[in-house]
């Protein structure tokens, strides 16, 4: 049985996120089928999941852009830490010379421990902000335009997650916070 399986526990109540991320726990689970299997069947397996990684966090991307967030923001920060660490896997098992697939190994392990955070914390602040502002994920359209003056989001979009602008003075992040001239 996979490390990761998908259950309710995982979905956001938001239809087109929880396909997408219903993919994502289903792909790993297909890596982590074949970390036994021949070379290349799990290289295949891996890339199959990484195609659909590309997708799946672009397409956050785009909700997060279309919905007031700042260009680098923590949560697309992390999308792309994550889909550097996997491409590199990937091109690492891929070597015609030497092919190393332990990088790829820990990772279908670290993804299945990596991804229920990360659903669970900034996928389900960004499908909250998008349902309070009306955002229609399928037509890409807003219930109303977002003001041009109003303040981009540079955090995740959730309540616990803070820039050091914005976090209340007691918290770690105002207290680590590099000093602004």
């Given at each position: 049985?996979?490390?990761?399986?998908?259950?309710?526990?995982?979905?956001?109540?938001?239809?087109?996120?929880?396909?997408?991320?219903?993919?994502?726990?289903?792909?790993?689970?297909?890596?982590?089928?074949?970390?036994?299997?021949?070379p290349a069947e799990l290289l295949a397996r891996?890339?199959?999941?990484?195609?659909?990684?590309?997708?799946?966090?672009?397409?956050?991307?785009?909700?997060?852009?279309?919905?007031?967030?700042?260009?680098?923001?923590?949560?697309?920060?992390?999308?792309?830490?994550?889909?550097d660490v996997m491409k590199e896997c990937a091109?690492?098992?891929?070597?015609?010379?030497?092919?190393?697939?332990?990088?790829?190994?820990?990772?279908?392990?670290?993804?299945?421990?990596?991804?229920?955070?990360?659903?669970?914390?900034?996928?389900?602040?960004?499908?909250?902000?998008?349902?309070?502002?009306?955002?229609?994920?399928?037509?890409?359209?807003?219930?109303?335009?977002?003001?041009?003056?109003?303040?981009?989001?540079?955090?995740?979009?959730?309540?616990?997650?803070h820039t050091a602008e914005d976090a209340p003075?007691?918290?770690?992040?105002?207290?680590?916070?590099?000093?602004?001239?």
């Amino acid at each position: 049985m996979p490390t990761l399986t998908w259950s309710d526990d995982l979905a956001l109540q938001h239809a087109e996120m929880d396909h997408t991320h219903q993919e994502f726990v289903d792909l790993l689970a297909d890596c982590e089928a074949a970390l036994q299997a021949e070379p290349a069947e799990l290289l295949a397996r891996w890339q199959r999941l990484v195609d659909h990684t590309v997708e799946h966090f672009g397409q956050e991307d785009r909700w997060m852009a279309a919905t007031g967030f700042e260009p680098e923001n923590c949560h697309s920060f992390q999308h792309k830490a994550v889909l550097d660490v996997m491409k590199e896997c990937a091109r690492r098992a891929g070597l015609a010379e030497q092919p190393d697939f332990e990088p790829l190994k820990l990772a279908v392990a670290e993804l299945a421990i990596w991804f229920p955070q990360h659903a669970r914390q900034m996928d389900a602040a960004l499908a909250g902000h998008m349902e309070s502002l009306g955002y229609d994920a399928a037509t890409g359209t807003l219930r109303s335009p977002i003001a041009e003056d109003a303040q981009r989001i540079s955090g995740c979009g959730g309540s616990s997650c803070h820039t050091a602008e914005d976090a209340p003075a007691d918290t770690p992040a105002a207290e680590s916070a590099p000093a602004t001239a």
